[in-house]
């Protein structure tokens, strides 16, 4: 099978993964209402399992549901640990031992590790222009946080090394689940992989949020933090990963992860508007750059057919 054309039209799938950077750059906004009443952990497990819930819902309601072969089942866990389990806990866990500036701008190379593995596996193509587009993404994002009218805190080194190095496992376990969904979704539904994935994922986080659940004092939590925890399992989980699913299936792993870099200019907009916090200069030509390094990335990247984890997993199809 040939490349895709390095110029591929948008796709209905790109609507989605909008959908997916509007729904997580308001995340961080609405997280806080949850997280100072509820403890991480137990937060959000709760969210994974809603999330679960509204995935499992929408497979039943629009009636994909179908019978995976049991030699998939194991591979589907694993894909399912990486991006339900493994990113979460790193993510929380390295957050609180760096500091947020140093977790963002480690997150924004989200699209430099998938494309490194991808190329690395021969699941993925970039141009030169590709690698260069990419970059100058990562660049913007940059630009984004040391724009900040706030006092930045970017420090790598001594005692954030432990946290930073979360952050990057979390991007990693992101990257991996972003590149395993491909198999599985060329030949299965990507509702019902993500679905599964996702229900997969939670039971491992539980085990690790139950203590937490079990000793906090649920009765004193406010209306506004339940709401933040619903809202955000329904959207930036339950949603967001299904929307995800179908960009990999339909884009490929480059190019749905290229749109994590639309996530922060979205959040410093809905920041601007929610938060009323005033954006500097410097931010909004970063988000400008960001974005146009999603633009042209995406027209210089390229699925490959017969790839590594295709192989692994015993998938014959050669559709993707």
């Known amino acids: 099978m040939n490349e895709q054309n390095s110029s591929p039209p948008l796709h209905w799938a790109d609507g989605l993964l909008l959908c997916v950077a509007l729904f997580w750059g308001g995340n961080f906004a609405a997280v806080k209402f949850g997280l100072a009443e509820i403890p991480p952990l137990a937060f959000n497990a709760l969210r994974y399992f809603i999330a679960a819930l509204v995935m499992l819902a929408f497979v039943l309601l629009t009636k994909q549901f179908v019978r995976l072969e049991r030699r998939h089942m194991l591979y589907l866990a694993i894909v399912g640990i990486l991006g339900n389990t493994g990113y979460p806990l790193f993510f929380i866990y390295g957050l609180d031992a760096t500091s947020a500036d140093n977790t963002a701008m480690i997150l924004s190379t989200g699209p430099i590790w998938v494309a490194l593995i991808g190329t690395f596996l021969k699941m993925e193509h970039l141009s030169k222009q590709g690698w260069a587009a990419v970059i100058f993404s990562v ?85 506004a933090a339940w709401a933040s925890l619903i809202v955000t399992g329904i959207f930036a989980v339950g949603l967001a990963y299904l929307f995800w699913g179908y960009g990999v299936a339909h884009l490929g792993s480059t190019r749905t992860s290229l749109y994590l870099n639309v996530v922060p200019p979205i959040a410093l907009l809905v920041n601007w508007l929610w938060l009323g916090e005033t954006l500097a200069p410097l931010q909004w030509v970063g988000a400008i750059i960001a974005l146009s390094g999603v633009a042209v990335a995406r027209r210089h990247t390229a699925q490959l057919p017969g790839h590594f984890l295709n192989r692994l997993a015993g998938f014959n199809s050669d559709t993707i």
Do not use: K
Request: hydrophobic content about 55%.
């Open 139 to 223: 660049i913007g994002i940059l630009l984004v946080i040391l724009g900040s009218r706030n006092q930045t805190d970017l420090q790598f080194g001594g005692a954030s090394i432990p946290g930073d190095l979360m952050i990057i496992g979390a991007v990693v376990c992101w990257a991996g689940y972003t590149l395993a969904l491909r198999p599985l979704t060329s030949i299965y539904p990507p509702a019902v992989i993500s679905a599964l994935g996702t229900a997969m994922g939670m039971l491992p986080m539980f085990l690790f949020a139950f203590p937490s659940m079990m000793s906090f004092q649920w009765q004193a939590v406010s209306f």
